[in-house]
């Protein structure tokens, strides 16, 4: 069963408060804050893909655009429509994240549109360094845990790099037991990759042969 109107509106209501968190556009040096999206599919008890921080790469015009139809006139539409966008573009570039561990991971296992992505720090930061503790302990506290326990609510979460996965353990979760998958290295694991594989299956999600390219494309038709 899919996520409730509530909680896409819950989720609408957090992406607008990350675009007017002034603690993250005073951190981020006026980068734009880039909210979580999350697949049209997702639901309850999923997989969860938690990353440190986006990349500093100025966001496309379309993504902009989406952003400020977000924050000016929010609604689950624009938040979904923003969600679309950025799975379609995610896998199309594809970003390195995604090309080098999460895709890695998931294939075979859920499409795009069933997962959710979340950072720890909803901005980039200046120059892409590593993110200061302050700004990790805000964007826990304030913005990832309560989209995690209280809305998204998985079972499975899948943290890039070491920062990711101590914020997703320091928060209290049903991934805590066996749940928490960290991909820690620049290029993931492939042990690490392959421990998190044997997670999904022993969490009884479907195992079949990866996608192509071309599956991938046709898998994501129906959130572009």
């Known amino acids: 069963m899919g996520l409730s109107v509530g909680a896409w509106q819950r989720l609408t209501d957090e992406a607008v408060r990350i675009l007017c968190c002034q603690r993250c556009a005073a951190a981020g040096g006026g980068a734009a804050s ?15 893909l938690v990353g440190r921080n986006p990349a500093g790469k100025p966001l496309p015009e379309p993504a902009l655009q989406l952003l400020g139809r977000l924050r000016d006139e929010p609604s689950v539409a624009a938040f979904l429509d923003w969600s679309r966008w950025r799975i379609a573009h995610m896998t199309s570039t594809p970003w390195t994240q995604w090309r080098r561990a999460f895709a890695k991971v998931v294939d075979g296992f859920c499409t795009p549109e069933r ?3 979340l950072n720890v720090v909803p901005f980039p930061t200046p120059g892409d ?5 302050a700004m990790l302990a805000h964007g826990r506290d304030e913005h990832l845990a309560p989209m995690l326990t209280e809305v998204l609510r998985p079972s499975i979460v899948v943290a890039r790099y070491v920062d990711a996965a101590r914020a997703v353990a320091a928060i209290g979760g049903p991934w805590q037991a066996d749940g928490l998958l960290a991909l820690t290295g620049r290029n993931a694991d492939p042990h690490e990759i392959e421990a998190a594989r044997a997670a999904l299956r022993t ?5 079949h042969a990866p996608a192509t390219s071309f599956q991938w494309r046709i898998a994501l038709a129906a959130c572009v």
Request: avoid cysteine; proline fraction near 11%; charge should be negative.
């Open 203 to 207: 969490h009884g999600l479907r195992d």
């Open 129 to 133: 360094a590593r993110p200061s503790s």
């Open 34 to 48: 880039q909210p979580f999206w999350v697949g049209d599919a997702y639901e309850p008890g999923g997989v969860v």
């Open 115 to 117: 997962l959710a992505w």
